[in-house]
């Protein structure tokens, strides 16, 4: 099959996509660190020339920046914890043999086919609006007083919307992977003596182990560039203003593009770093 | 101690009754083998009286307590599954050790046990490796170890050595023939294949469609099947059954013959035929023979290596008092 004609022919086919695939990476990574270099306020005077490091000095030393950082990474590290618990717990009750079975599992993966600006303002409008929102009903009918999710606890509603979204994900994968589980290991722990919870323990949870580790990876990646959801409910205000939000703020509301530009690279910087220390993890236990 | 009782037990899955009342003893100490085809309920009643099924009607007794109700791991037994069921994320020291952790045993005494099983099995330089990095047979070794350290009144076995290869089922046969010996424990063996079921049981328990054909040790089995589906079940190759004329002259229905119960002679044999296929093991040669007028194929084993070849006339004695008579509802006439 691999003759040297069949080579250099697949290599001849492959080089479009290649060509256009690293095009599309490389011109907007060069054009951002061009940018990142120089002084571009496209109001206020256009392209003003070289500036060396200035702008990557700015934007650390900005007092926007470890808040945003810290944001980020709560919103990250909530998504996960709220998605891989929920995800197994989820997991474990659709492997049970039920009625209806295959409509549920379509129902519950149903939520990451709906686009994160729509899900937001779903629940923007319908559960989290203080006056005609589900949750104020819902308040109100026990005699609360309804929460002004967005603005009091803009966090946590974040947190929630993003992990509605990413919990079916979760759950997918989780359960494919539950369901890959020889039965007769748990009888033969049934057997051994091991109830119900020691079960899940030494030999559900480790099997799934393989599967959380690739969910968390996956998940990292993109929850560390959200941006819609926060976009449409909070507009970054009230604490939400993530890495993301706030390179988005600097480039197009201050209208700095070489101040964004910065942000954007060290965006990139962060995001390798956790990649690579993901990719490690996940190979430690791939080994295994 | 580990005396069995099955009291009128039965088994059905919504509808389908799978195992009509059925009453079974076995005796502390037994090697008991439940044989029979494929779909026949042995493995079913195996997990019943493991508690791994729930009876739907019947008593279960251990010792001679009723263990009906009892969840599995309170009834003493241990099972040794056909996949091993091992703890792929656990060493086999783990994994051996499993039981009695969750049993809450003392961790000097978890050592020791461990350590004596996987010296009697085997085992000690492997304790540390997980199961992916063992062979088939230390695998089957491990799951046994698993059982063996919990001390249970009677071991299980589903099917254990189905997943080996030919040369490897023998030997692990005979480990556990051993260790049945050794230990002196009841054992309950789940298997489709007679030849393990003749080598090492004690008591054979022929099962079809969830009913017991027969119970009986294997050479009275293979002397005097009660009925047609034991007797070709039991045996290799198959007894050869007749019927028709041939039967009449024997006041039965059916006669059955035995491959190694019809010399081959000469000349002026009492059946005569030509040779098909010819199986030639070196101790012994199987014929199959056609064109006999008594059955479609008859098979015929001739000691050592005999020169006949396809096509050729062969001569055939029956040794009469080796023949079985069966009647017309399949039984055994006496």
Redesign the interface.
Known sequence: MATKASRSAARLMMAPAVVLLLGWMLVPLIMTLWFSFRTYLPLRGGDQGWTGFDNYVRFVTSSAFWPAVQTTLIIVVGVLIITVVLGVLLAMLLDQPMWGQGVVRILVIAPFFVMPTVSALVWKNMFMDPVNGLFAHLWRFFGAEPVSWLSDAAMPSIIMIVSWQWLPFATLILLTAIQSL?S??L????????PKL?QFY??IL??L?RAITIVILIQTIFLLAIFAEIFVTTGGAFGTRTLSYLIFQRVLESQNVGLGSAGGVYAIILANIVAIFLMRIVGKNLD? | MGQIQLKQVTKSFGDVQVIPPLDLTIEDGEFTVFVGPSGCGKSTLLRLI?G?EDITTGHIEIDGTDATAL???KRG???V???Y??????TVRKNIA??LR??KMDQAEIDKRVEGAASVLNLTDYLDR?PGQLSGGQRQRVAIG?AIV?EPSAFLFDEPLSNLDAALRVGMRMEISELHKKLDTTMIYVTHDQVEAMTMADKIVVLQAGVIEQVGSPLELYRAPRNLFVAGFIGSPKMNLINGAEAGKHDATTIGIRPEHIDVVQSDGKWQGTVGVAEHLGSDTFFHIHNTGLAETLTVRAIGDVSLRHGDTIHLNPRLDEIHRFDAQGLRIA
């Open positions: 020889d007769e290991q009888e033969a722990a049934e057997m051994d003596g091991a020691k030494y030999i480790p099997h182990g295994n | 493991a791994l969840v599995p791991a037994l241990a099972m599954f056909q996949s069921a091992l703890y792929p994320h656990m499993f039981p969750m049993a997980r698993r919990r």
